[in-house]
């Protein structure tokens, strides 16, 4: 909302020693925040006067053209008194006039310099101007003619055609609609800023009562059209300029001057915030009808466009059809042209949700459809149709015809229940019931009542429903910037939740381990399930579908970390990284057939069946674990040899996490995609499967640009958590030595080692401190279709050292037991 400062002056009195700055500024803090003052004059300068044409001799040149050759007065504004010879192309003067000049020296906007030049055969020393050079207007035909009493030739012309005034920009939120108006500025001045007064409401005037003599208006719909006012005026002359007031004013606000009739319109609305339309009597037929528009029924609106209305589109009719779409456009066949002699002056009060729809259904943006949707005051329709009535008879000619039709009564404002002490309580400040009411009497409320106060908000205030409304109010004019900045006391925390204590267990075993930790996306597409190797009855490739995903090749939430995980170890691949070892501890979403999740209500809260149903119909969504290596699982150097990375580290990754939360988990071959079939294992907590782990299948390294041999794995942690110790006890060292016993047992190549170190394991007994294969060996000396496995089995006692033969004895126990369990033969 643009308005010139002289303008909010003409209806609130601001005190002389207030800069601009300093008004806008108080302005902001209540709200009303400031876009921008600008100047429409910033950009010329030098010498821009008053000057008289004292001759004007019309040539015609060879192109067909006429340019007149002008002598104009200008006083001492050139230097010497004498006359100043002009050409000019425009001929809506004549000599007597006064007209706007601009001298050598001067500059208008766009950098265009003036200075004396040969043309048309003259040394034309200067230019007789028009709005369009001076930044006022688009009007480029014809020069600006000043009224006769408007000043003495040589006087800086600025003061008159408001180029050296201050305009203010203010960004207008949408609850704030009232101040879309000079009204509704004024009335922000008058309560922000101290030592303003003198409110003079420009809505308030006596108006005539309505009559059976105005035109007939009936209103099928009420509840869209509440108000519907309607004044003529007769005997106009469309060829009546408008004043200059009114075009500067439009031009400074934005709005691009047309017609005087069109302007006045235009204006009452800057002026009260209450959108106008004019019609040409003459052109309608039989009464003014509002309603909704029919199945199919179309209106071509004044822009030109052919529209195919809806039933929800509040219109306006006569006997000829559709006219206008009301409170948004007018129609093309009643629109006002240079013709209209009777203007019929329509001030109608529309719903605001009906104009919203229905400017967005048609995409029509206006000045007035602004307004209307976002609501404006119900009972000022009389007096800002009397007001363009008056302008257009005062400027136009014609008579009032004294038919007044007044359809409808505003609707009533709300009353609002809300405690005195409310604003004291929500801010923070110290304000007092009595402060409250003055704020909100302040605005146009009326207050009634103590401790619980009854406030009936303003008609030009419908944004106050609530309140929280109406506290907003009190602490905005008590002022924001009064609210102390208090940092809030931290109320004693109960510290990290059990799971939230393991999981940042599980990350540092995992960076201890020499892994780095990644974040992807949760999403997946059937390409990525493809490359996995999925066969199409894998229950991974149940995943749930996106209604707007981020991307079409990845429409659906992932039921596993390892697609993610091994295109972002891919990429590092890609980019010469040869040694990658990443993991990622996030949830995966596994749908389950249930019904559809149930919208619930926002205006209270759900039962605990609703809340029930809602749980009941959202996806499973367990916490997994994902670990993706390649490379060098050790680095080669002067220290020796380096070592790849082998299905072995993959297991080895997911053991050292179940030690850290204090689980055993046992091991077994599988073939499951993506892994390879013989070097993946199947890791069990117990009896409970938990994941897998191993090297990936050649066909998937290939299709995520992974190296062969890349390793993987991805368990599930919330069964794991489940499980976990989360005190561990403190280790037991014991002071006496070791004993140390190695075997090696032949077993069949089918046997997995795992179920051989579990038996020997179980056999050692309590003594056992560690077990450790260091060895398998296959060839000649154990046969075709075995192979050997040697493990390093270590034996301790915590109170004693252990006596000759003790540990021996342990170590043949548990070759029995693996004997019995595997068929394994000590070498």
């Excluded at 002067?638 to 689980?663: I, M, N, T």
Aim: hydrophobic share 40%; aromatic share 4%; charged share 20%.
């Amino acid at each position: 909302m643009k308005t010139p400062l002289s303008w909010i002056t003409e209806y609130v009195d601001v005190p002389d020693h207030l800069s601009t700055d300093e008004l806008t500024a108080r302005l902001t803090l209540t709200g009303l925040k400031l876009e921008g003052i600008h100047s429409p004059g910033a950009a010329i300068t030098g010498p821009l006067v008053v000057g008289r044409v004292l001759t004007m001799e019309p040539e015609p040149q060879k192109n067909g053209k006429t340019i007149n050759w002008c002598t104009v007065d200008v006083a001492d504004a050139n230097g010497t008194g004498e006359p100043q010879g002009i050409v000019c192309g425009a001929h809506n003067f004549a000599p007597g006039d006064l007209v706007v000049v601009v001298l050598p020296g001067g500059v208008l906007p766009g950098g265009f310099e003036i200075s004396a030049r040969k043309t048309y055969g003259h040394v034309s020393s200067g230019m007789i101007c028009s709005a369009a050079e001076l930044g006022l207007g688009d009007d480029h035909d014809g020069i600006i003619v000043l009224p006769s009493d408007a000043g003495k030739p040589g006087e800086d012309v600025r003061p008159l055609l408001g180029l050296d005034e201050e305009i203010i920009e203010f960004e207008i939120n949408p609850d704030r609609a009232y101040a879309l108006s000079l009204r509704g500025i004024a009335r922000e001045v008058l309560v922000s800023v101290d030592g303003a007064s003198g409110f003079r409401d420009p809505a308030l005037r006596d108006t005539p009562a309505a009559n059976d003599q105005g035109h007939p208006v009936v209103v099928e719909d009420p509840t869209g059209c509440p108000v519907f006012v309607a004044r003529t005026v007769t005997g106009f002359d469309p060829a009546s300029p408008t004043p200059d007031f009114i075009a500067q004013r439009l031009t400074a606000a934005g709005m691009r001057p047309i017609s005087l009739a069109v302007d006045v319109t235009n204006y009452v609305m800057l002026e009260t915030g209450r959108p106008i339309h004019g019609y040409d009597a003459d052109t309608l037929q039989g009464p003014i009808v509002v309603r909704r528009a029919r199945a199919g029924e179309r209106l071509t609106t004044l822009d030109g466009t052919a529209r195919t209305l809806s039933e929800e589109d509040l219109v306006v009719t006569d006997d000829s059809g559709i006219i206008g779409l009301g409170g948004v456009m007018g129609g093309e066949s009643t629109e006002m042209s240079a013709t209209t002699t009777r203007v019929l002056v329509e001030a109608a009060h529309w719903d605001a949700t009906s104009m919203f729809r229905t400017g967005r259904r048609h995409k029509i943006t206006s000045e007035a459809g602004k307004r209307n949707e976002r609501g404006v005051d119900a009972t000022i329709c009389e007096a800002a149709a009397d007001r363009v009535v008056e302008l257009l008879t005062t400027y136009g000619g014609g008579q009032v015809d004294p038919g007044v039709t007044v359809v409808g009564t505003p609707p009533p404002m709300p009353t609002i229940t809300v405690a005195g002490d409310r604003a004291a309580r929500v801010s923070g400040l110290d304000i007092s019931e009595e402060r409250a009411v003055e704020a909100l009497r302040a605005v146009g409320c009326e207050v009634s009542g103590t401790g619980t106060l009854e406030v009936t908000p303003p008609p030009w205030r419908p944004d106050l429903t609530d309140p929280q409304d109406t506290t907003e109010e009190v602490i905005r004019l008590v002022g924001y910037d009064t609210i102390p900045s208090v940092l809030p006391k931290a109320p004693g925390g109960g510290g990290l939740t059990r799971t939230q204590l393991l999981r940042r267990r599980i990350g540092r075993t995992m960076a201890g381990a020499g892994y780095v930790e990644v974040v992807t996306f949760p999403f997946v597409g059937d390409h990525d399930l493809d490359a996995l190797g999925l066969p199409a009855d894998d229950p991974r490739r149940t995943t749930l579908r996106l209604s707007n995903p981020l991307s079409s090749e990845a429409p659906g939430m992932t039921t596993t970390l390892l697609p993610a995980l091994l295109r972002t170890a891919g990429k590092n691949v890609g980019l010469g990284t040869t040694s990658v070892a990443i993991f990622e501890a996030a949830p995966v979403t596994l749908p389950r057939a249930t019904a559809p999740a149930p919208i619930l209500p926002v205006d209270r809260r759900p039962t605990d069946a609703e809340l029930d149903a809602l749980t009941k119909a959202l996806p499973d969504q367990p916490l997994h674990l994902g670990v993706v290596a390649t490379g060098d699982a050790e680095a080669a150097g002067w220290w020796g040899d380096g070592r790849a990375v082998a299905w072995s580290d993959a297991v080895d990754a997911v053991q050292v996490v179940a030690e850290a939360l204090g689980l055993e988990l046992t091991s077994r071959p599988a073939d499951t995609a993506p892994w390879h079939p013989g070097r993946c294992a199947a890791l069990l907590l117990g009896d409970v499967l938990v994941g897998h782990a191993g090297e990936l299948h050649p066909r998937v390294c290939a299709a995520f640009g992974l190296p062969p041999r890349s390793v993987a794995a991805e368990v599930d942690l919330d069964v794991m958590l489940e499980h976990a110790v989360h005190l561990r006890p403190s280790p037991t060292f014991s002071p006496y030595p070791v004993a140390k016993e190695d075997v090696a047992l032949v077993v069949d190549e089918t046997v997995a080692a795992a179920d051989v170190e579990a038996a020997l394991r179980e056999g050692a007994g309590p003594l056992l401190e560690s077990i450790r294969l260091f060895d398998v060996y296959t060839g000649e000396q154990v046969g075709e279709g075995k192979k050997s496995l040697a493990f390093a089995l270590r034996f301790r006692a915590p109170d004693r050292t252990l006596k000759e033969g003790e540990s021996s004895a342990a170590r043949d126990a548990a070759v029995r037991v693996a004997a019995e369990r595997t068929g394994a033969v000590q070498r």
